[in-house]
């Protein structure tokens, strides 16, 4: 529990955007009711929180509000898991990788209705229409251009090794 870290108590980090686990040394503890928030006016109901500092290498970072009696707590806004015992690391890390599967199976269904909007944009928009058609009239140039550059070269070195 946070409540019952101490000075030089170890806790671990996931930070979710790197996908990378550090372990931190606790530098100091508190414990105290909780701040009424006019926000969140049933926050008494969740009783006392614990904040804490963690050095990480050089860096000091302080959990505010964490649950005294819990384990575990989630910095969503941060990308941050912080937790007491390592078990509860490698149960967030399934987690979040089975949301991440979830959501890799949903994108092509989701490029799908993309390019459906997309092709719907460029029906309702007919500037941006001629604009992408033009675009794509250049691209095919360049393209054209590219293949008879390298037939007169070829061209060029038969002309050369004829004479």
Known sequence: MFQGLTQGAIVSILYRN????????????STHP???????????????VTDITVQVGNDTIPFKGLPANGVSADFADKGIYLA???????????????????????????????????????ELNPERKKEQAQA???????????????????????????N
Request: overall charge negative.
């Open 136 to 162: 794509q009239e250049i691209t095919q140039m360049r393209s054209e251009l590219a293949e008879m550059k390298q037939l007169l070269l070829a061209l060029q070195g038969q002309n050369k090794g004829g």
């Open 84 to 122: 007491t015992d390592p078990s509860s690391i490698r149960r967030e890390v399934g987690a979040f990788k089975s949301a991440l599967y979830q959501d890799l199976q949903s994108v092509p269904a989701k490029q799908k209705l993309y390019d459906a909007y997309e092709a719907l944009d460029l």
């Open 18 to 29: 790197e996908a990378r686990v550090v372990d931190g040394r606790v530098t100091s503890v």
């Open 34 to 48: 909780q701040q009424f928030n006019p926000q969140q006016p049933m926050a008494f109901m969740n009783g006392p």
